[in-house]
């Protein structure tokens, strides 16, 4: 157990729909990274926050967003899903302080599932 | 774009065989780490190495980090069916805090 927690671990829904995925860092880190893993592209960062702002940004697209608040949880926001978002969505965080890389402890994930 | 690619992308091998996994770029890294995953889970770190010329040992895996640090190998002696899993390579470029992942080397050991 890596300490951090993603919901819902399942979703399914609807093309043109919209999801939130939640994630609860482990205690006391302060950055939180958003992940897509598809089978044909592999792990995609699309995101990072520390301590409520964004700190980096990957290939995250214009219908996808996410927030980190003050008790440090995220969401990431899909709307208007196509097919294609059908995948893995990992939440991992770390403690953020340290300037070179840091280990990331990744959740268990949620599978999103567009139909 | 910064690319990091892993090779081979797919590794069947028998249970006690020796096998190398790559992963390298075009670009120098400050730091790179080696994670596995598991079929349903996240990925968890192996190791993380940041001089150049470095080399990590993990019990049977032994990790390199080029000297230009543009580039790094993961070696897995007499191979157990443990070991299979997905391995990535991530790394961080100078003077960037974004984290880039690899596509990864399915490994497959057979009993």
């Known amino acids: 157990d890596s300490g951090v927690t993603q919901t819902p671990k399942h979703l399914i829904t609807a093309t043109g729909q919209r999801v939130t995925l939640r994630c609860s860092p482990r205690s006391g880190d302060l950055s939180v990274y958003w992940y897509q893993q598809s089978l044909d592209q592999g792990l995609q960062f699309l995101i990072q926050?520390?301590?409520?702002?964004?700190?980096a940004k990957g290939n995250i697209l214009e219908r996808f967003s996410a927030q980190q608040f003050p008790d440090l949880h995220s969401e990431l926001n899909l709307s208007s899903l196509e097919l294609g978002d059908s995948a893995l969505y990992f939440c991992?965080?770390?403690?953020?302080?340290?300037?070179?890389?840091?280990?990331?402890?990744f959740g268990p994930g949620t599978r999103l599932l567009v139909l | 774009t910064q690319l990091l690619e892993q090779s081979p992308q797919f590794l069947s091998i028998q249970e006690g065989e020796n096998l190398t996994v790559y992963c390298n770029s075009s670009?120098?890294?400050?730091?790179l780490q080696w994670y596995r995953q598991e079929p349903g889970e996240g990925p968890v770190l192996l190791v993380t190495v940041v001089t150049g010329g470095e080399v990590k040992k993990l019990k049977r895996l032994t990790f390199q980090f080029g000297d230009a640090r543009k580039d790094s190998s993961l070696h897995i002696t007499a191979a157990q069916t443990g070991d299979t899993g997905l391995y990535l390579c991530?790394?961080?470029?100078?003077?960037?805090?974004?984290?880039?992942f690899g596509a990864g080397t399915r490994l497959f050991v057979k009993a």
């Open positions: 670009s120098v890294f400050s730091s």
């Open positions: 991992a965080s770390s403690p953020g302080t340290s300037g070179i890389i840091e280990t990331q402890y």
């Open positions: 991530a790394g961080r470029y100078t003077g960037g805090f974004k984290t880039i």
């Open positions: 926050y520390y301590n409520g702002e964004e700190r």
